[in-house]
């Protein structure tokens, strides 16, 4: 069962509304019945009292001249008074005169006492009025008058007013309902919206919605315009958030395409000089050569070495120039994907770095790997440069122990290539794959510095992500995943991508 | 607890009425008895006639005579032997009948009766009720008597015995030539009520 408390205030209202006026008219109807009650009661005294006095006054000669026939006549007027069970004329010693009775069961019952000095007194025991009275003649008692009545027809008043009550009380509060059903609806109504807006507010989070305003200027008016100003400051502040947001995201859209723009002007910058870096460079490479070879003998050995340093350089150089073009390239192209055999790939890739790793004690360990959809060449180059260092970065080793696999990381299945190497200091990881970043001295192991931040470009390009483990002298893995691994596009069968890729060693 | 109280209170009240009413009975018995003893045990016959005289005064009127002296007093005579002896005076000792003290008087002579208001006839006057009641005719004097065919001769009240009870008859046509209004009180109460002349 509900509690009151719980109660809608629909039925909260109407519940105290009746309950009001259900008790105020019920202390009012109680209220007249103890009047009418104490009235009724009094008037049958009355009236039984009046009784006894016209008995009393026409059974004086019949006392005084002890006629009790007569007497008899005069309580048989009694005839007439419905409610009189019996009554007795007394002389003054108390001896029965005469007696009249209503019906068989009456008797002449002994006459209670006078209390001393009244003339007249009644009881109201066992459901009846009592009342005896001096018969006074001519200023002296001569005899006593006693009757006996019931209260039925008190008791008849009283049901007929009971039936009364119950019907007024019916009827009243079957109207005070019905106004409380036509009143209340005007008071409760309002409240009844505002909760069911506020409702539809909490539930649907929307703040256009308003409650119907009432043109009651009372508390719940108040409390209406309260909610709307409240829901049109709510809605003003979404609104203000949204437009601020959607300037935001129009911003950064903005700024993207400026900052593409801009990177897309420092490429084909970085191309241009690269490119046009060439022709010079070729020009001190073919002199330098043919310096040697036209006056190699005349030149003095130590200009020789100047001369063979000179090519060294300009070797280098040109791997820069070729690493950055690329580099440059890979900015400007859209990977084109296919599904590819990786398998093969680095089949392929393990065949051009034989020549590379010519006396080096290599063990290759290649695991299962997968088909991918991703662009052969630009995967070939990975491939090419994350195993070419691992084959430069484990030169000390012998043997060099090279992994390359498959692991299932954090639910993803990402590529790995694990070697035994000269590993590096974990804590210049993230400068790892920046264009230039070296973490090594060039005497130590030579390099460009462009390799890993070609290879991050490629798997970014991909969707992916790359990044590594190491520990110095205990090795380096480094670990990229690309999304076309993700989305269960891996198949065991197709067709290999084993086009070659203008792969460029690091 | 409430009702338990409330139905010894109500118990306790119904007791001490029930006593109280023992107690007043009780002493009402006593005080009927000792009434008993001290009047003699029998009623006689003329006692009762003798309260009866004394009662007729208080259901006639004496028209003409209302307004009596106070230092005047109500006489009911005896003409004739009387009969009541001390009853008739026991009777009227004390009563007052409109502020005037009853008297009981007894003469011997008929024209002493013109200070009675009621005059009882005894019997012994029977040879002569034809003197009597002319020498009677001007006063306005309530005549009783027991002898018998008195209100046919012109009496007011007759008494007559029914039983042991004492009862009477009225003459409405002595009364009204005597000039008194008799209650209907008391023409309610007469046996018979006659038109005699």
């Known amino acids: ?506 | 607890m409430a009702t338990v109280s409330g139905m010894s209170r109500h118990a306790w009240r119904r007791l001490s009425r029930h006593t109280h009413f023992a107690a007043v009975a009780f002493a009402v018995t006593l005080v009927g008895t000792c009434n008993l003893s001290a009047q003699p045990t029998k009623i006689t016959e003329y006692k009762v006639k003798a309260a009866y005289l004394a009662n007729f005064g208080r259901f006639t009127e004496w028209p003409g005579t209302d307004s009596v002296n106070k230092s005047e007093s109500f006489n009911i005579c005896v003409l004739g032997q009387d009969p009541f002896g001390a009853d008739l005076d026991s009777a009227v000792a004390g009563e007052t009948i409109g502020g005037a003290h009853m008297l009981a008087k007894r003469i011997s002579r008929p024209q002493d009766a013109a200070d009675c208001r009621i005059l009882f006839i005894s019997s012994s006057e029977a040879n002569q009720w034809k003197e009597i009641l002319g020498a009677l005719r001007t006063l306005r004097v309530l005549t009783v008597s027991d002898m018998p065919q008195f209100n046919r001769r012109g009496g007011i009240i007759q008494f007559l015995l029914d039983g042991n009870r004492v009862r009477f008859d009225i003459n409405l046509a002595a009364t009204e030539r005597a000039g008194l209004n008799l209650s209907s009180e008391l023409l309610k109460l007469a046996v018979t009520v006659s038109r005699s002349p």
């Open chain 1, 1 to 506: 069962m509900l509690k009151f408390r719980d109660y809608s205030i629909k039925k909260k209202l109407t519940l105290m509304n009746m309950l009001v006026s259900g008790v105020t008219l019920l202390l009012a109807c109680v209220a007249f019945g103890v009047y009418e009650l104490a009235t009724l009661r009094s008037n049958m005294v009355k009236t039984l009292s009046i009784q006894a006095q016209m008995v009393g006054a026409n059974s004086a000669s019949a006392l005084l001249f002890n006629d009790a026939k007569s007497g008899e006549n005069t309580l048989s007027a009694l005839k007439a008074a419905p409610t009189v069970l019996s009554s007795g004329i007394y002389t003054l010693a108390g001896e029965p005169f005469a007696v009249y009775r209503r019906g068989a069961g009456g008797f002449v019952p002994p006459i209670p006492p006078m209390p001393a000095g009244q003339t007249e007194e009644h009881w109201f025991a066992d459901k009846e009025l009592k009342l005896i009275r001096s018969i006074v003649f001519q200023g002296k008692p001569i005899g006593t008058v006693y009757i006996r009545s019931d209260l039925q027809e008190m008791n008849h008043r009283l049901v007929q007013y009971v039936g009364i009550v119950a019907a007024v009380l019916s009827v009243s509060l079957t109207a005070a309902f019905l106004l409380l059903m036509a009143f209340q609806r005007a008071a409760t109504r309002p409240i009844l919206q505002l909760a069911e807006t506020a409702r539809i507010v909490s539930r649907e989070k929307t703040y256009s919605v308003r409650a119907p305003s009432t043109d009651n200027h009372d508390e719940v008016g108040l409390l209406i315009e309260a909610f709307n100003e409240m829901l049109v400051q709510i809605q003003a502040r979404d609104a203000a958030l949204q437009t601020s947001q959607e300037e935001l995201e129009q911003r950064v859209t903005q700024r993207t395409a400026e900052l593409d723009a801009t990177n897309k002007e420092l490429e084909a910058f970085t191309y241009s000089v690269a490119h046009d870096l060439r022709a010079p460079l070729r020009h001190i490479q073919g002199f330098s050569n043919l310096l040697v070879e036209s006056f190699g003998p005349q030149l003095e050995p130590e200009a020789k070495k100047h001369l063979q340093r000179i090519g060294e350089g300009t070797q280098q150089m040109g791997r820069l120039i070729d690493d950055l073009l690329s580099l440059a390239r890979i900015g400007r192209q859209e990977p084109r994907l296919q599904a590819t055999g990786l398998n093969s790939l680095v089949q392929e890739v393990l065949r051009d770095l034989k020549t590379e790793t010519e006396g080096r004690d290599i063990q290759w360990q290649v695991g299962d790997l997968p088909f991918v959809d991703c662009d052969p060449g630009l995967m070939k180059q990975v491939f090419y440069n994350l195993l070419s260092n691992a084959a430069k970065y484990t030169r000390p080793r012998k043997p060099a122990v090279i992994d390359i696999g498959q692991v299932s990381w954090e639910g993803q299945l990402v590529n790995f290539v694990r070697d035994n190497g000269v590993g590096f200091n974990m804590k210049y990881a993230d400068k790892l794959f920046g264009v230039f970043q070296r973490l090594h001295r060039k005497e130590d192991f030579e390099g460009t510095g462009v390799g890993l931040a070609t290879v991050q470009r490629i798997i970014h390009k991909h969707g992916g992500r790359i990044w590594a483990e190491a520990e110095i002298d205990k090795g380096a893995t480094f670990f990229f995943s690309l999304t076309s691994q993700n989305d269960g596009r891996q198949r065991a069968n197709g067709p290999e991508g084993g086009k070659n890729g203008d792969g460029k060693r690091t």
